[in-house]
């Protein structure tokens, strides 16, 4: 084996072992942030902003779309393990997909426009994504499967929601005026984060 060949095999090997180090150190501070949970007046108890999605989209614009993914992957999973599951998996998938709706779209536009505007316009489409996919998801599958977990009808659920927003009577309703509005400001929130951090802290996965 050459030299040349030598030095290129141990760069890859360097490259891979950094791309599994820094996926594994994103999604540990992605479970930490987790932990933090932040009430929202106009939703019910259950519905609670954190800022998780933070690193997934930081690794997303650093790393590429399937690190972003990698990263939303392993957050799940390692949440999972911690906490256990009241929907037989089922919640956790929805959520990864939600998660993957926001940040891998947002990956896929920076990579391909890597400047300010690409990055905006990636967060502009992933949040816009993240509203519909997870208000779709919400209404056919994640409220369906929360009420049967706790054993009660839908409409207790959307009397939770009528309790904090007389605007809720259905289940339509309570994905137009809280499932929605969640997930709009949810990607905004992270959005803006992603914006104010990446520049400052994004040399620090580029280091050899």
Known sequence: MSTETNVAVGRESK???RFIVQVGMLSAIAVVLMLFEIPLPFAPAFYEIDFSEVPVMVGGFVMGPFAGAMIELVKILANLVLTGTDTAGVGELANFIIGCSLCVPAAIIYKRNHTRKGALAGMAVGTVLMTILGSAINA???????????????DALVG??????????????????????FNLLKGTLVSLVVLIIYKKISPIFKMH
């Not at 056919?140 to 839908?154: C, D, Q, R, T």
């Not at 259905?170 to 509005?181: D, G, N, Q, R």
Request: glycine share 8%; hydrophobic share 60%; aromatic share 10%.
């Open 140 to 154: 056919l599958v994640l409220l369906p499967v929360y009420a049967k977990a706790f054993g009660m009808p839908i």
């Open 160 to 181: 939770m929601g009528t309790a904090v927003n007389a605007h809720i009577t259905s289940l339509s309703t309570f994905v137009i005026f809280a499932v929605a509005p």
């Open 15 to 17: 490259v891979g072992v």
